[in-house]
């Protein structure tokens, strides 16, 4: 009964491969989201979608493209992969955004190696 | 500008002893929310509790608790009686208005609980 799912959960490639990571909730959320967490540990939005439609977009690289055929699905698409990309990516769902207060349930990441 | 800082990056304690993570966020907005999140070494990220900024009441979970304070823009997190289960690190994060549902993080803290 996995909440928000991920796949591949380790993703290991060539530098500029192109390659992308699935996500999925069954919650009946509207809203999921992107965050990418580096050698560092910290963690950092790229995307939101509510209902398929595009309301964050932080400043990513040309490189990320995510895609939302519906409202339980949000891939992200990496072309060109580079070094720099290799982090754990979260995939997250939320009933909606309005002002922040809806609680956000993450993935259990997929982990980014570029070679 | 929306900042939240977790000044503790790494914390070591024996099992039973008491630990406060502190966290500390700055913000303009006068609506606001407030996340914990553990990330255990298996890498995934769990939920622990949300606040909105109207709400000071400290929030007590069987040996967790939580306490807010606006006046120190503070909402540290103290483990009673820690167990060797709760080695992860700790997230703090903040939403509000200013940014359609995004969660601003700290930087995390490391907490290592030996037996």
């Known amino acids: 009964d996995t909440a928000v799912s991920q796949t591949p959960k380790y993703l290991v490639t060539q530098m500029g491969n192109d390659k992308s990571i699935k996500c999925e909730q069954n919650?009946?959320?509207?809203?999921m989201y992107w965050y990418k967490q580096d050698s560092k540990k910290f963690l950092k939005i790229m995307f939101s979608y509510n209902n398929k439609e595009l309301i964050i977009n932080e400043t990513v690289p040309n490189r990320f493209s995510p895609k939302s055929p519906d409202k339980a699905h949000l891939n992200l698409h990496i072309n060109s992969l580079e070094l720099g990309d290799s982090a754990v990516y979260f995939c997250?769902?939320?009933?909606?955004?309005?002002?922040?207060?809806?609680?956000?349930?993450f993935g259990p990441g997929t982990r980014l190696l570029v070679l | 500008a929306q900042k939240v800082t977790q000044a503790q990056t790494e914390i070591s304690v024996v099992e039973k002893e008491d630990v406060t993570l502190d966290c500390v966020y700055e913000t303009r907005d006068t609506t606001y929310y407030l996340f914990w999140y553990k990330q255990p070494p298996s890498g995934e990220l769990v939920f622990l509790i949300r606040r909105n900024s109207f709400d000071e009441q400290n929030e007590i979970s069987g040996r967790y608790s939580w306490n807010f304070q606006k006046s120190t823009s503070s909402f540290n997190f103290t483990i009673t009686a820690s167990q060797v289960v709760d080695s992860a690190v700790y997230f703090c994060?903040?939403?509000?208005?200013f940014g359609g549902g995004k969660l601003i993080f700290g930087q995390g803290t490391e907490l290592s609980v030996k037996p």
């Open positions: 997250a769902s939320s009933h909606g955004t309005s002002g922040g207060e809806e609680t956000q349930y």
């Open positions: 919650l009946g959320h509207d809203t």
């Open positions: 994060a903040l939403s509000g208005g």
